[in-house]
């Protein structure tokens, strides 16, 4: 069980990325995904999860920027950043929760520039 995170680069502020992660195994449409973040210096927290069922939640600081959606057709997870901050700044990380397990990919660098 692999999860392979992707689409991070440096970003001026105001714009957009699109993170995508791709799994492998046969677990993926059952489990509910998510994607964290860590600062330098902070605790990773959490900015976007998504249930086997579609429910979608986030926190206040990312809600109406971003969008969390997958694809059980093609075991990839998405996230879409839109009206990026500076302080969106961090390596993002995919995970997965399923019965006991708790999967983390390896985790992308967002970088928004001011």
């Known amino acids: 069980v692999q999860l392979q995170a992707s689409g991070g680069g440096l970003v001026q502020a105001g714009g957009s990325l699109r993170l995508s992660c791709a799994a492998s195994g046969s677990f993926f449409s059952i489990a509910n995904m998510g994607w964290y973040r860590q600062a330098p210096g902070k605790q990773r927290e959490l900015v976007a999860e998504?249930?086997?069922?579609?429910?979608?939640n986030y926190p206040d600081s990312v809600k109406g920027r971003f969008t969390i959606s997958r694809d059980n057709a093609k075991n990839t997870m998405y996230l879409q950043m839109n009206s990026l901050k500076p302080e969106d700044t961090a390596v993002y990380y995919c995970n997965a929760r399923y019965f006991s397990a708790n999967r983390w990919g390896q985790g992308t660098q967002v970088t928004v520039s001011s």
């Open positions: 998504i249930t086997t069922g579609g429910s979608t």
